[in-house]
């Protein structure tokens, strides 16, 4: 089943819920997982360029009532084209808990870097594997 992902601004009410899990991240540039039959969006991607801007990493949310239909999967994929030049790589920080995740990146060509990394603050305390792809770079044609 192939599903069509739109590029372009979240709206107000997505983008406060958003917020409280994502405070660090800038606010724009998300874009939208849309299923044309649900005539709605069920999830948000977005590449972040890290500090070194030498490493992106894409962030993925898909909700839990459209999960198991190849989004994750072709969301990875789309993730991998949209990496800005300056990137490298592409990571994704998963956590160990979240196996239907771990197997959407692998089959988009993502590979599980070393041991499992602990990522604790006050209330959280969870293990995660980093993946990692190379870019997908769009070719010019003379």
Do not use: C
Request: proline fraction near 4%.
């Amino acid at each position: 089943m192939q599903h069509e992902i739109l590029s372009h601004r979240i709206n107000v009410k997505t983008r406060k819920q958003l917020k409280a899990i994502f405070r660090k991240t800038h606010e724009r540039r998300w874009h939208r997982i849309h299923v044309p039959r649900v005539k709605r969006s069920v999830g948000l991607l977005k590449v972040l360029p890290t500090e070194s801007n030498r490493t992106s990493e894409v962030v993925l949310i898909v909700d839990k009532r459209y999960r198991g239909q190849g989004l994750g999967t072709q969301a990875y994929q789309y993730a991998r084209t949209q990496v800005p030049r300056t990137s490298k790589k592409l990571i994704a920080n998963i956590s160990t808990q979240n196996i239907a995740s771990m197997h959407s990146a692998q089959k988009a060509g993502f590979t599980r870097t070393g041991r499992p990394k602990l990522f604790q603050d006050r209330r959280i305390k969870q293990k995660y594997h980093v993946w990692q792809a190379t870019p997908i770079r769009k070719v010019k044609r003379i």
